[in-house]
């Protein structure tokens, strides 16, 4: 059986942020609110979570997982950022927004997607998700979750499709899943992969 823990939106309660933490950084998969729907996270060392993630989501070996930082300050520790870049990744975050950035040389290649060598990374609004990222020691290795046939909007849909699964659900009420807008800063060019629930009018 999963863990189930009820999070206030705004005002996440420190002694059940710990608990998520600790089962995180004993080696756990957590279901998380974020400001684009649910998503599946570990720790940034943890292999063995992320292949059980990739196991739940039955995702290909080289698909992109991303890196959810509490805010841009480490950003250069994991991918190559010009200035142009770091100042758009600046006004747009936090928010509903991915970010495909070419991945530093010294982080592991399983972080990485494919021949791209690029690596996603996100800085949530959601209150719960800074929360997490504020006391845990490392980032947090990420993917929304989605599963054809079903569409999780609160605790008790997540629960319902992955209960036994994961070792922790997070449940903070109503959590609309639109996924986030993706935008790859990996070349010279700024290129939309996908619109989502961050606004693009930006580029206009």
């Not at 998380?32 to 990739?54: E, F, R, V």
């Not at 992109?64 to 250069?76: I, R, Y």
């Not at 922790?168 to 959590?175: E, K, S, T, Y």
Request: aromatic letters at 6%; hydrophobic letters at 40%.
């Amino acid at each position: 059986m999963s863990t189930i823990v009820n999070i206030h939106p705004e005002n996440p309660q420190p002694r059940i942020i710990k608990q998520v933490i600790e089962i995180m950084e004993k080696g756990g998969v957590i279901a998380y609110p974020t400001d684009s729907g649910y998503a599946l996270g570990c720790t940034l060392g943890n292999k063995k979570a992320m292949d059980q993630i990739i196991n739940i989501r039955k995702l290909s070996k080289s698909h992109h997982f991303t890196l959810m930082l509490k805010d841009l300050s480490h950003v250069g520790e994991y991918a190559k950022l010009n200035n142009s870049s770091f100042r758009l990744m600046k006004k747009l975050l936090p928010g509903a927004y991915t970010f495909i950035l070419e991945g530093s040389k010294d982080i592991p290649n399983r972080l990485l997607n494919g021949k791209s060598k690029t690596i996603g990374i996100r800085v949530s609004n959601n209150l719960i998700v800074q929360s997490i990222l504020a006391d845990l020691i490392e980032p947090m290795m990420s993917v929304s979750l989605i599963i054809k046939g079903f569409e999780f909007y609160n605790c008790n849909d997540v629960k319902a499709v992955l209960n036994g699964s994961i070792d922790l659900v997070i449940d903070a009420g109503h959590c609309p899943p639109e996924p986030t807008s993706v935008i790859d800063l990996s070349s010279d060019d700024v290129l939309v992969l996908r619109e989502g629930a961050g606004s693009i009018d930006f580029l206009v």
